[in-house]
């Protein structure tokens, strides 16, 4: 079984610009979550996606979106990039909507900003 | 406002030192308590989730405990391959958002 995949790996932005991550979840899984693990903060909560719908955002300016697509893979779009966006972003999947179904990882897209 | 909070920060042990890790948790509505091990440029693989306090959970060397404050994760007899860093993270309400402490570095020497 695939597991969840992201891409690119690596990606190098200056400042003001604008990056798209991308994810596609395990098979089967309907709901995708985004984190930024930044060096020294830990795994913070970013998007959750189940459905096509946004429900629920962490504590992020609004400059971070994503969406969700019919085939449940996702985006994650970052509008007017600060040096202090640098950091692992992770996308997570999981069976549907149970609170309490594990959340199965992919291993990151690591961006950098200059 | 929910928090997790891991102990210590960096743990070093000899192979066969067994030892335990702490996750101390305050959250609301607790859905579920999670550990995941980290390889550097890895994501975050699950290893266990604990629902209610009393449970307890075994793969190979590793056992996680729950209490109603607390997780543990007891490491019997490491091996140098169970280096990694350990994150716990707590599930809250209806949300599906984890909670994620600031992970533990485990280094085993042969």
């Known amino acids: 079984e695939a597991g969840v995949t992201q891409s690119p790996t690596h990606l190098i932005k200056t400042r003001g610009q604008q990056v798209t991550l991308r994810c596609s979840p395990i098979?089967?899984?309907?709901?995708v979550y985004w984190y930024q693990q930044a060096l020294g903060l830990g795994l913070q909560f970013l998007l959750w996606y189940d459905e096509g719908e946004e429900r629920n955002r962490g504590n992020f300016p609004p400059r971070f979106s994503g969406r969700q697509f019919p085939n449940y893979s996702s985006e994650l779009n970052v509008n007017a990039l600060e040096l202090e966006d640098s950091a692992l972003y992770l996308c997570a999947s999981s069976l549907g909507r149970t609170e309490n179904q594990p959340q199965h990882f992919g291993d990151g897209t690591r961006l950098s900003i200059l | 406002e929910d928090q997790v909070t891991q102990s210590p920060e960096a743990l070093r042990l000899q192979e066969g030192e067994s030892s335990s890790l702490n996750c101390s948790y305050t959250v609301s509505g607790l859905r579920g308590l999670f550990w995941y091990r980290q390889d550097p440029g890895k994501g975050p693989e699950f290893l266990f989730t604990?629902?209610?306090a009393g449970e307890e959970k075994e793969k190979e060397r590793l056992k996680a405990t729950l209490t109603k404050k607390e997780s543990f994760l007891h490491i019997t007899a490491p091996k140098p391959e169970d280096s990694a860093t350990y994150l716990c993270a707590a599930g809250s309400g209806a949300n599906s958002k984890l909670t994620f402490g600031k992970g533990i570095t485990l280094s085993v020497r042969p």
């Open positions: 604990l629902y209610s």
């Open positions: 098979s089967g899984h309907t709901s």
